[in-house]
């Protein structure tokens, strides 16, 4: 990464009334790897105010980024917003004129990245027997073994 993408703060520049700090990170900042169903296309938004009592440096304020998503049932790629709105972060007696936030900062959203991957929260997938996309239609292949549904009685039936 290089060094003018990160946030430092000039800590004799912090007011009483607090510093607002605000930008963007450029995306490699999350340095997530490459991943199908995780991607980070975008760069991270910070709006922060630092404020100092004695040495101590309090900054708090949002952090927002959109992820590319791939649903991990039905495959479909959709935008997540990942939002902190509580950033609060917390330096003890700081006696150096710089103050590096970025690793914090990036710690800090990437607290919010998603474990699962779902384009709504009830996302039915794919159909295992023909990938028919359920969420659109359902399809009329027998359910899978252990998974008993409505639709075994109708096709057991002899017409
Ligand atoms: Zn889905
Ligand atoms: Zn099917």
Do not use: W
Request: with cysteine; glycine share 6%.
């Amino acid at each position: 990464m290089n060094k003018n993408d990160g946030i430092r703060v000039n800590v004799k520049h912090i007011v009483e009334e607090g510093l607002p700090i605000t930008g963007n990170l450029p995306p490699s900042i999350f340095d997530i790897g490459e991943s199908d169903r995780l991607d980070s296309p975008n760069p991270l938004a910070y709006d922060l105010v630092a404020s100092l009592t004695a040495h101590d440096i309090l900054v708090r304020g949002t952090l927002r980024t959109t992820l590319r998503c791939r649903c991990d049932r039905c495959l479909r790629y959709f935008d997540h917003l990942v939002e902190n709105s509580d950033v609060c972060l917390f330096y003890e007696e700081v006696t150096d004129d710089f103050l590096d936030l970025t690793e914090d900062v990036r710690e800090e959203i990437l607290l919010g990245f998603p474990q699962k991957c779902l384009c709504v929260p009830d996302c039915r997938g794919l159909c295992p027997e023909c990938g028919h996309n359920l969420n659109v239609r359902h399809c009329h292949c027998p359910a899978p073994v252990g998974a008993p549904s409505a639709f075994d009685k109708l096709d057991g039936l002899d017409l």
